[in-house]
């Protein structure tokens, strides 16, 4: 017997640009999948027609491939359970409500949405869950034609079948366990024909052999419901696993007031993939180490083990940490077209490979390199405080001394120092940064031999000469 492929998937619904929140549940369903040689599958859950937009979509994509996020299966690359947008999906659903209403497991409801959001808002005053009175369900055939023949718009509802327990085993909480008298017959359809997430997103997981479902936490509730669809429609239903929501330093569920960006925001600020994936795949998820990994570590350590059950703390700090990290090992080229055709339009072309040695560990963003560009070859230096302090503190003299020992030895670094400490006196912090203060303006920065064999010599030496 051949074992079953493991099959995972993202679902995202394109209304909105993706947010750290869904890229890690892709994360973790693409390093699953990738860990068990299995397939990552991605299907656009567009049900939502007045909200969901083709730029989202098409954003979509690109932010997972930027990701290096690559599915197997679904939209532009197609496979054997196409198509993988759901509003392309309708004859398949059509087919599944025909059954479910040949097995009288789904009834028509008329009830007017005013009344029950009523209804609704009443229940979650009182402190009850709100769940659906089951008025329509016990409308004989007659009745229900008269309110066809009145006009009367119907939804579709799916009629849970009483005094049943469902229980489920998910991946990350363990067993779990409902009784479907608390759950109220829900909508499965629109009145406008539209289908309804519960519906199609089972549905598709079911024919798209969907073997195991890492989602947000916030679908937990869901689950019962869409076995029992699931049930009911004779389909096999996925693994679950419901992974803890992100939440900002104040423990509430993450948002813009935490800091937290889109992923196009994140791209467009300069943070580089790689070092997303590394703080994603190590947020509510740990790995045994605490280093770097590459994309193929990542994934062979992944486990759905690993996986925690506690509410996972976004820390901006940590992302830059593991920004530091990218940037220290981005091969050159790379990171020649991430700092930007600003930072060449300064930097002399035949001095790339040098800024970029000098620089890298001290960029941790493209303005960060622009900032050092200007530095080192710009014409205006903008000073701040602690370096004019340290320029003051060191004299005229000492950069009288400085400019005579650089017009004798140019960007030599070790004969140039040692001149100046026979000249001066000064020593260690006292020698070095009011030099490097006056060079870039900074009492902090790349190696100052590294500076100052990349500043043009009349640069320099205006910029000691100021001082004199
Ligand atoms: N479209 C749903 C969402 O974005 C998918 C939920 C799921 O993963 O099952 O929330």
């Not at 909105?16 to 390093?31: E, I, P």
């Not at 008298?181 to 539209?194: E, K």
């Not at 620089?359 to 014409?379: C, I, K, Q, S, Y």
């Not at 400490?421 to 190696?447: C, M, V």
């Amino acid at each position: 017997m051949t074992a079953l492929t493991l099959k995972t998937r993202f679902a995202p619904s394109p209304t909105g640009y993706l947010h750290l929140g869904n890229v890690r549940t892709a994360l973790f369903n693409a390093l699953l999948a990738r860990q068990q040689d299995g397939i990552f599958l991605l299907r656009l859950e567009d049900t939502d027609r007045e909200r969901s937009l083709p730029e989202y979509s098409r954003a979509l994509l690109e932010d997972l491939r930027w990701l290096s996020l690559e599915w197997q299966e679904g939209p532009e690359v197609g496979g054997p359970h196409g198509p993988y947008t759901q509003s392309e999906r309708q004859v398949l659903y059509r087919h599944y409500y025909a059954l479910l209403e040949q097995r009288e497991q789904v009834y028509p409801c008329f009830c007017p949405p005013a009344e029950l959001a009523l209804v609704r808002k009443t229940q979650l005053s009182a402190g009850q869950p709100p769940r659906y009175s089951g008025a329509c369900a016990r409308l004989s055939e007659a009745e229900r034609e008269a309110r066809r023949a009145r006009g009367l718009p119907a939804t579709l509802r799916f009629r849970i079948p009483p005094g049943r327990v469902v229980e489920f085993h998910d991946l990350v909480r363990g067993p779990q366990r409902f009784s479907s008298d608390d759950i109220g017959d829900f909508i499965i359809r629109r009145a406008d024909g539209g289908a309804q997430f519960f519906f199609t997103n089972a549905v598709d997981d079911a024919l798209m052999e969907i073997t195991h479902v890492l989602r947000g936490e916030d679908h937990l509730t869901n689950t019962p419901r869409q076995l029992l669809l699931l049930e009911a429609l004779q389909l096999p239903a996925p693994e679950y696993g419901h992974i803890a929501l992100i939440v900002g330093a104040d423990g509430s569920p993450l948002s813009k007031r935490h800091g937290s960006r889109s992923l196009r925001e994140l791209r467009e600020a300069g943070f580089l993939p790689d070092a997303v994936n590394n703080y994603l795949a190590r947020l509510g998820h740990t790995y045994d180490s605490d280093g770097w990994m590459e994309p193929a570590e990542l994934a062979a350590g992944f486990a759905v083990g690993h996986l925690g059950r506690a509410p996972a703390r976004y820390d901006e700090a940590q992302l830059l940490h593991w920004q530091a990290e990218a940037v220290a090992r981005r091969a050159d080229e790379s990171l020649q077209i991430w700092m930007g055709t600003a930072v060449w339009a300064r930097a002399p072309a035949d001095r790339r490979d040098d800024f970029i040695a000098a620089v890298r560990p001290n960029v941790r963003f493209p303005a960060d390199a622009l900032d050092w560009a200007e530095r080192l070859f710009g014409t205006d230096l903008a000073l701040d405080g602690e370096a004019r302090a340290a320029i003051e503190s060191a004299g005229n003299d000492f950069f009288r001394q400085a400019l005579a020992a650089y017009t004798a030895h140019g960007a030599a670094y070790q004969p140039l120092v040692e001149q100046l400490k026979a000249a001066t006196g000064a020593r260690g912090k006292a020698l070095f940064l009011p030099l490097r203060a006056a060079l870039t303006g900074l009492t902090h920065g790349p190696e100052l031999a590294r500076i100052l064999a990349l500043i043009p010599a009349e640069l320099a030496r205006r910029r000691l000469q100021t001082w004199c």
